[in-house]
């Protein structure tokens, strides 16, 4: 006999309800918790401070031993003694030593007696005042004027001679005037050369081409040989092809 279920006492009709409300309430329930605020509550003790007068307590006085005053100063009696002034003392007479103009030196020395030892002097005059210019060779037996002007067409000559256009300078396009000094010391060799230029690649050549200059004959100031300082332009420019 199968039994029959009474349909209005069925439990699990309003599970999903009964689910729904319990959800609901326990949710409530936690966000009242999460909300809930608690304060830390302080304990202050409250007691009575009893402050009682301390008495002052005596400090004893103790004596030190303190050394005894000094004793008052021993009076002295004065006695005076008169002693009659029998020995005789003599005086130690000190000499001075200075010398007294009496004893200064009269020996006479004759201007004739003192030699006088003539320094050289290294001299260097410009060219444009040189007295005797330096001779090239080649310009021997001229006048002063006509060895100026031969010295300056050797010195031309030399340089149309000896130039050379250097091959960096010219795949670098360098070009541009090359100033350059040298000195005719008084043996009559080329030294002391500096130039200035655009470029050291143009300074070198330059530089190299007057110290092949030959030895001259050095230049004279006043009869004695001097040091002569002399500048030579030298002019690198080349022309496209």
């Known amino acids: 006999m199968i039994p029959k279920k009474n349909p209005e006492i069925e ?14 309430v ?13 304060y830390e ?28 005053p000094p ?3 021993a009076v002295v009696s004065e006695s005076i003694e ?40 290294e001299v260097e005059v410009a060219f444009a005042v040189i007295e005797d210019v ?3 060779p080649g310009c021997e037996g001229k006048s002063r004027s006509e060895k100026k002007a031969c010295f ?15 091959q960096t300078a010219l795949d670098l396009q360098l070009q541009g005037r090359v100033s350059v000094i040298f000195v005719i010391d008084t043996k009559g060799h080329v030294t002391g050369i500096r130039s200035r230029g655009p470029d050291k690649i143009l300074e070198r ?9 030959p030895k001259m004959k050095p230049g004279k100031q006043r009869g004695r040989p001097v040091k002569v300082a002399y500048a030579v332009p030298i002019f690198f420019k080349f022309h496209e092809g």
């Open 11 to 24: 439990i699990g009709r309003n599970s999903s309800l009964y689910f729904a409300i319990g959800l609901n």
């Open 26 to 38: 326990m949710l409530f329930l936690s966000w009242q918790a999460l909300e809930h605020k608690t």
């Open 41 to 68: 509550k302080s304990d202050i003790a409250m007691d009575i401070l009893n402050v009682e007068a301390e008495a002052d307590e005596e400090i004893p006085i103790i004596n030190v031993n303190t050394p005894p």
């Open 71 to 73: 004793p008052p100063p």
């Open 82 to 121: 008169i002693v009659e002034d029998i020995e005789e003392v003599e005086e130690t007479i000190i000499e001075s030593t200075e010398i007294a103009q009496d004893d200064a030196i009269k020996e006479v020395v004759a201007v004739s007696d003192v030699e006088v030892e003539e320094v050289e002097e």
């Open 134 to 136: 330096p001779v090239f």
């Open 152 to 166: 300056q067409e050797k010195i031309q000559a030399h340089v149309l001679k000896n130039f050379n256009y250097p």
């Open 205 to 213: 050549e330059a530089e190299r081409i007057i110290g092949l200059l």
